[in-house]
């Protein structure tokens, strides 16, 4: 039986404001923190062999926050890209994100594009931002897409099946292994069909904790689970 391989790791950054409210420190301090942590966690994951990792960084929900919180946080992209560039370019990692841009801030969208050009060619891991993004949103705006495609002419009903429906959706790399930190053992909407099949771990760490030691605890997880389950016949 051959082991599974690790090849999507999508990762639900929770804890960031939590972190930084504990230390009596502003919670934009733990969403900075939170950055470093993105960057350093990928880093790793393309170390370790992993293809594409999938971050839930700010979610449809999260407009509900305080204004100068949002703020900051749509000032990321362009902290990241400039202290981080150089690192993504060694490591040969490429940007990319999944979710509705339209709607944010002009500087910070003008970041995600330049990420996104500037790292076009690298060979590497995919790092994928997951920016204003909602699930069901997600799947809606395929539903969208495929009902214009029989309007059209292009597609027969008939021909409507998971592959079909999958290729029409932002991403359709099936995840591996989720990893939600901070306690709360929910999947809030992220990436619900590509989740179908993969391994959950939940860890109490709150994200700017989550170091090269914990994501190696994940996977030593993943890893075992996959040793459990490949004796007997598991097949998908
Ligand atoms: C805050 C922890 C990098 C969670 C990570 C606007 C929330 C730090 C980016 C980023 C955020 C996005 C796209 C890109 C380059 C960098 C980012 C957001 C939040 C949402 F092309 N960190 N980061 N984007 N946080």
């Not at 994928?128 to 539903?143: M, P, R, W």
Request: some cysteine.
């Amino acid at each position: 039986m051959q082991k599974k391989e690790l090849n999507h790791l999508a990762i639900i950054l929770d804890g960031n404001g939590r972190w930084a409210q504990e230390r009596n420190m502003p919670r934009i301090k733990g969403h900075y923190e939170g950055g470093r942590r993105v960057k350093d966690i990928a880093i790793a994951a393309s170390n370790l062999g992993i293809k594409r990792m999938t971050v839930y960084a700010f979610s449809t929900e999260n407009w509900s926050r305080p204004d100068d919180e949002v703020n900051f946080i749509f000032k990321l992209p362009k902290i990241f890209l400039d202290k981080y560039l150089n690192d993504l370019m060694k490591h040969q990692i490429r940007v990319e994100y999944i979710g509705d841009i339209s709607y944010i801030p002009e500087g910070a969208k003008k970041s995600i594009n330049d990420s996104m050009i500037k790292t076009n060619e690298n060979i590497g891991m995919t790092l994928c931002f997951a920016l204003n993004y909602g699930s069901q949103d997600e799947i809606v705006k395929a539903t969208k897409k495929i009902v214009q495609q029989v309007e059209d002419g292009s597609l027969n009903i008939e021909a409507i099946n998971k592959e079909i429906f999958a290729a029409n959706l932002m991403d359709n790399t099936p995840v591996d292994l989720l990893i939600r930190t901070s306690g709360e053992q929910r999947i809030s909407n992220f990436l619900l069909w590509q989740i179908a099949y993969s391994e959950i771990y939940f860890t109490d760490v709150m994200w700017p904790d989550f170091d090269e030691k914990q994501l190696a605890l994940a996977i030593e997880e993943y890893k075992r689970r996959d040793r459990r389950f490949g004796g007997l016949s598991n097949a998908k």
